[in-house]
């Protein structure tokens, strides 16, 4: 049986920056990924449109001065195949691939109490040791393909936006039917409408967006930016959400209403999910957030043509409650005349039958069906893998009623583990390469203290545990999130998951946090 010091489980930015740090820093490092490439989310989503919500040169790896000189984002907001291209390029530059075990699920992860090490067994069922298990397993990984009646029997194309194909459909003279309004429809849609004969869209809920206005790089603001990469790097994690978002140190309801309006205006020109720092209230002040609500709901009437589907466009929902979309003409799109909107909110899709889909006594017919409706978030594809900790107990069984760990990062009864941007740390509400690269680090100086102490194993305490999830749970509860509408953030997208509010709120306080648990011999945890 192959030994290693660490397992890493996936090769998305996560694991191959785990797989890099830990390497230099002399461990064993083997990654099982189940795809044939690196890039894990940006490897799978592959949709037409597919593009990050962040700035480009935010949304990249900052652990390497030179890599971080040497690469040039072509736009403001990078698109799939350039963020795999960038992936590709940090695997070749760092010769990561050697130690990456491609087309390879881990089935089961199981402690062994008797010399502290964990057996992984992936499903062509080859057995590993290993002291230390990394799950890079993402958070959006697990892709979410509702029971439907009838799926089975559609004779058209079914795809799913998270698990797109390599080979690029062609909607070209197709009836396209599209079911879901989130993030990803919503960067679909405009494309899918000028390539198809006709795409009907399927909304159980309207989902708020802001224009991207992406654009082709700025090259001075590159040049300006890469002169001072680190104190911009620095500056940006001293914020919420690890973000250059100019927050705004006012309470929207300060402002009169033309006052605000002009705010809302600049940032909706300015475009992105900067739209969210407006004012400093807009998540936990009900009053302060309708403003921002009404003024996107005047948008959406100003730019769709008939008011009825103006209507059903404008979210009744908390903005920001659930992500906020990033799009490209996407409300434009509905006054193309061969785009139809279908509301499902009252009346659920009945079945979908061999020829399309049937909706409150109607048949729509299609030749290609797209699922455009999400994840089980960022405890799916960790609960999809048999990990079994102390005693048999598995992690399933733990985390029945909702994830419960301590700092997002380790969970009690499972010694040795560690999840990067696991539930419980700021994860998906922060800049998801900042996170990455703060676990990354924490964790490879926790194995480095371990080693350099003659320690083999490390657990959360049961009370550590226990008071990291009252404190996530505070924290969210002072703010608009956990209650204000349907979102994946709480699982309540998928039926029967426990609904938690899973994130931690606030990326420089959760860093604090962090560093004091390491600066003082690992405070909560058990060492042995
Ligand atoms: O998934 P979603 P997504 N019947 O869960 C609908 C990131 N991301 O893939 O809202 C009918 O947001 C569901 O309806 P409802 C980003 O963090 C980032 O779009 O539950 N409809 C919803 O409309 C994002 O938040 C980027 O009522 C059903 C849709 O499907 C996250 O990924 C781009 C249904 C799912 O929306 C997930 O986004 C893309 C059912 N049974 C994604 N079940 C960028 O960086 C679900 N729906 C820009």
Request: glycine share 8%.
């Amino acid at each position: 049986m192959q030994k290693f010091d660490v397992a890493v489980v996936g090769a998305g930015f996560a694991g191959m920056y785990a797989l890099h740090k830990l390497r230099s820093l002399g461990f064993s490092v083997r990654v099982f990924e189940v795809g044939d490439g690196v890039g894990g989310t940006w490897y799978w989503n592959r949709y037409p449109g597919a593009r990050c919500d962040v700035n480009s040169l935010e949304y990249s790896y900052q652990f390497s001065e030179e890599l971080q000189q040497e690469w040039n984002w072509s736009e403001r907001y990078a698109s799939q195949p350039e963020i795999l291209d960038y992936a590709n390029h940090v695997a070749n530059r760092f010769d990561l691939c050697r130690d990456i075990q491609f087309n390879t699920r881990v089935r089961s992860l199981h402690f062994d109490t008797k010399c502290d090490t964990w057996h992984l067994k992936t499903e062509q069922g080859d057995d590993f040791q290993t002291q230390f298990c990394i799950m890079a397993t993402g958070c959006l990984s697990k892709h979410n393909i509702p029971k439907f009646e009838g799926l089975d029997d559609f004779t058209g194309t079914v795809l799913h936006t998270g698990t797109w194909p390599q080979v690029q459909p062609d909607f070209d003279g197709q009836r396209v039917g599209i079911i879901g309004t989130g993030s990803s429809a919503i960067q679909l849609i405009p494309l899918i409408a000028e390539w198809a004969a006709s795409l009907t869209v399927f909304q159980r809920t309207a989902s708020f967006s802001i224009p991207a206005h992406n654009a082709p790089m700025d090259k001075e603001h590159e040049r300006q930016i890469k002169a001072d990469y680190a104190n911009f790097r620095a500056a940006n994690s001293q914020r919420y959400a690890a973000l250059n978002n100019h927050p705004s140190a006012i309470s929207a309801l300060e402002l009169t209403a033309t006052e605000r309006d002009t705010v809302y205006q600049t940032r909706w020109e300015d475009g992105g999910l900067t739209f969210l720092a407006s004012f400093k209230d807009l998540g936990n002040n009900l009053d302060a957030n309708r403003t921002a609500a009404e003024f996107v709901h005047s948008k959406i009437r100003e730019i769709v043509k008939d008011p009825a589907v103006a209507e059903l466009l404008s979210p009744q929902t908390v903005l920001g409650c659930k992500r906020l979309c990033v799009d490209t003409d996407y409300y434009q799109t509905f006054n193309r005349r061969n785009v139809t909107l279908v509301d499902i909110s009252k009346a659920a899709i009945e079945k979908i039958t061999a020829n399309g889909v049937l909706s409150n006594g109607i048949e729509y017919e299609f030749d290609a069906l797209i699922l455009a409706t999400g994840f089980d978030a960022m405890t799916g594809a960790l609960l999809d893998i048999d990990i079994r900790g102390k005693n048999g107990l598995s992690l399933q069984e733990k985390w029945q009623d909702g994830p419960k760990n301590y700092l997002g990062l380790t969970v009690n009864g499972f010694p040795n583990l560690f999840t990067i941007t696991g539930p419980g740390s700021p994860s998906v509400l922060a800049n998801m390469m900042v996170a990455i690269e703060q676990h990354v680090d924490w964790i490879a100086d926790c194995l480095c203290y371990l080693r350099s102490n003659s320690l083999q194993c490390v657990e959360a305490s049961a009370s550590a545990e226990a008071n990291w999830i009252e404190l996530v749970n505070a924290i969210a509860n002072q703010t608009l999130f956990p209650t204000g509408c349907n979102s994946w953030y709480t699982g309540a997208n998928i039926p029967g998951k426990p609904r938690i509010f899973m994130p931690y709120l606030g990326y420089p306080s959760y860093v604090e946090k962090c560093e004091d648990v390491a600066a003082n011999n690992y405070r909560g945890f058990e060492l042995g």
